[in-house]
């Protein structure tokens, strides 16, 4: 089974610095895919970004970007230039492709809080 | 499409009472999910469509749960005989079957079992 880890329950940042997000997780397989999460206050969780474990780029969507650690087992999230819409819980979440269900396996979150 | 749309947001019910929720998941969406968060802790898996089937339930799913999806459309979740201990936010996702691995969301039903 896996498993995943976010090991800072809350963290904050001023406007416009830059903030760094842990994640790690256990698993035996090779092949799957790691994502972060975002889910505001009061609103739907959202895609913020995705990672295939096969390729070595790691992943950049505008202010948001991953440090994939295959080895380490670690997928951190730095967000850049913090707006105060980041503002949000932030899950890591692990899946297994193949087969038909492709289920999420969720970390316990992170509550980011952006400073004016 | 408005997207993943879950009704109802807010339900409170007595102990010992049977709930139902609806999700209806985005029109060309074949894999439907059914999660459950707790306070402090992210979603738990709960159970898989694919179209009408019902492929996969989680260990969580007591005895209490049932879901269905008839026609592979929207989906219902009831809870039977609550216990305290169900109270959590119910939340529905939605993907494409074709290798889509981007889950989309609802905005969930938070339960609250008095």
């Known amino acids: 089974a896996q498993t995943v880890t976010q090991s800072q329950p809350e963290m904050s940042v001023q406007e416009a610095e830059t903030v760094t997000l842990s994640c790690t997780y256990d698993t035996s397989e090779n092949n799957y895919y790691l994502f972060w999460y975002k889910q505001p206050p009061s609103r739907q969780m959202i895609l913020v970004i995705r990672?295939?474990?096969?390729?070595?780029q790691n992943a950049t969507e505008n202010r948001f970007s991953v440090n994939f650690q295959k080895a380490a087992k670690s997928f951190s999230l730095k967000i850049s230039d913090s707006q105060l819409g980041d503002t949000a819980m932030y899950f890591c979440?692990?899946?297994?492709?193949?087969?038909?269900?492709?289920?999420?396996?969720f970390g316990k979150g992170t509550l980011l809080t952006v400073n004016p | 499409d408005t997207g993943v749309s879950q009704n109802p947001r807010h339900k409170i019910t007595k102990r010992g009472q049977n709930v139902t929720f609806r999700c209806d998941p985005i029109s060309e969406h074949n894999r439907l999910y059914w999660y459950r968060q707790t306070l402090g802790q992210g979603p738990e898996f709960l159970t898989y469509?694919?179209?009408?089937?019902?492929?996969?339930k989680s260990r969580l799913l007591s005895d209490r749960f049932s879901a269905e999806r008839p026609k592979g459309s929207f989906s219902t979740l009831e809870i039977q005989r609550t216990e305290q201990g169900d109270s959590a936010m119910y939340l529905c996702a939605s993907s494409f079957n074709s290798g889509g691995t981007e889950a989309f969301f609802g905005q969930g039903t938070r339960l609250t079992v008095v």
């Open positions: 990672q295939e474990a096969y390729k070595q």
């Open positions: 469509f694919q179209n009408e089937a019902q492929l996969e």
């Open positions: 979440a692990f899946m297994k492709p193949g087969g038909s269900n492709y289920k999420l396996t």
